[in-house]
C-alpha cells in the first residue's frame, strides 16, 4: 500500500480551530522567515541564512493555490517568489529539463515557491508521453543529485504533495465551471486528464520511493477539506524549516506568541 492509499482524507477541522492555527502558524512562520533572512534572532545584523524553496505538487484542484496563500500572504512581498511552471517553450525543451527552475531558485535568505516543479518530467510528462521512457527513468536520479546538492550549499527544501479523492476533484471542477470568476482555472486537458488519475497516482507513489532523501523528504497532504489542507500545509512548512535550521546550526528561536503579523 502507498501513501497516498494510507492517507486519511476525512480529516478535518472546525472553523474556529482553523483560524486560531492560522494565525499561531504563521507567526511563527513569519518568525523563522525573518530569522533567515537576517532581519531579528541569530542571524541578524546582516548575517543572513539558507533559502527557503517549497514545492507544491498534486492534482488539479488538490488546494495548492490555497495553501500556498496561507504560507505566504502575511509575509512582505519582498521577502517571497511565487512561480507556477506548466509546459515548458521550445528554448526550454532545448536545454536539460532542470535548466529553467535555475534562475527561480532562491539564494541565501530569500524565499521561493514553486507551483509544479522539476516532478513534472517523472508526472505530467511521463503519463502524457511528452520524454521517453529512458528520460523520465534516469530523471529521478537526476532530481535527487540536484536537490541534495541545493540542500547542502544554499537552500532548505520543502516538499509537498497535496492529494484529493476523484469524488472530490469532481466536484470542484464543478464547482469552477459554474463560477464566472473561477471558470479560467479549469482547461479541457484538466477533465481529460482525469481519465488518468490512476496512472498518475502510480506514478506520484513510485515519485515518493524513488525521489525521497533525509535532506527533502516528502510530506503528503490530505487536501479533501480546504481548512484542514491549509492548516497542514503552513505547520508541514514551519515543522521542515526548523529541522533545516538545525541542520544548518542555525539555532531555532523560541516561538514568540504575541509576535504580530504586519
Known sequence: MGLLDKLDLSARLDKEEYEKRVLRGQRRFLQLRLTLGGHMGHAGHGKIGPGVLVIMEGPDAAGKGGAIKIMVNHLDPRHYRVVSYGAPSRLEKDHHFLWRFYT???????????????????????????????????????????????????????????????????????????????????????????????????????????????????????????????????????????EGMVRWGIPVPEEHEALPIK
Open 104 to 242: 527561480e531558485l532562491p539564494g541565501l535568505g530569500q524565499m521561493g515557491v514553486f507551483d509544479r516543479s522539476w516532478y513534472g518530467r517523472v508526472l505530467v510528462e511521463r503519463i502524457e508521453g511528452f520524454c521517453t521512457r529512458e528520460e523520465w527513468r534516469r530523471a529521478y536520479k537526476a532530481i535527487v543529485d540536484f536537490e541534495e546538492s541545493l540542500c547542502q550549499e544554499s537552500i532548505i527544501l520543502v516538499k509537498m504533495y497535496m492529494h484529493i479523492s476523484d469524488e472530490e476533484q469532481l466536484r470542484r471542477f464543478n464547482s469552477r465551471a459554474a463560477d464566472p470568476l473561477k471558470q479560467w482555472k479549469l482547461t479541457d486537458e484538466d477533465w481529460r486528464n482525469r481519465e488518468k488519475n490512476g496512472d498518475y497516482q502510480k506514478a506520484a507513489e513510485e515519485m515518493f520511493t524513488r525521489t525521497n532523501h533525509a535532506l527533502a523528504p516528502w510530506d503528503v497532504i490530505a487536501g479533501e477539506q480546504k481548512r484542514y489542507a491549509r492548516v497542514a500545509a503552513l505547520e508541514t512548512l514551519i515543522q521542515r524549516v526548523e
